[in-house]
């Protein structure tokens, strides 16, 4: 599901959360998640103002099922914004590193949501 308010939405394959990643999305959440099964990591676009044609970017990660549905208004993590997307496509591959580590929440994850 991607909302509406984005020009620009990219999302990388999905990534099994591990055991270590879905104890601490309990913790943060503190709810029981029987579908959360994934990462759905994304790039995210806007036009940084409505005059403008230049994109600003974030990286977003979102619990998903298996069948990459997830719910847009509730991110794990997002990112400081950037303005230009190969920064924010290089943060994207770090970000799927330490998930298929299973070491996401040992990451240093600049801002969490």
């Excluded at 940084?48 to 847009?72: H, L, N």
């Excluded at 990112?79 to 929440?105: F, G, R, T, V, W």
Aim: charge should be negative.
């Amino acid at each position: 599901m991607c909302p509406t308010n984005y020009k620009d939405f990219y999302q990388k394959a999905l990534v099994p959360i591990g055991s270590n990643d879905k104890n601490c999305l309990k913790n943060l959440i503190s709810a029981d998640l029987p579908d959360h099964s994934h990462w759905l990591i994304a790039l995210e676009g806007e036009t940084k103002d409505q005059e403008a044609v230049f994109y600003i970017w974030k990286v977003t990660i979102y619990p998903s099922d298996s069948t990459g549905s997830f719910s847009w208004n509730s991110p794990y993590y997002s990112s400081p914004i950037y303005d230009s997307i190969h920064m924010a496509y290089n943060h994207a591959n770090d970000l799927e590193k330490c998930s298929k580590n299973d070491q996401l929440y040992f990451s240093k994850l600049n801002e969490r949501i």
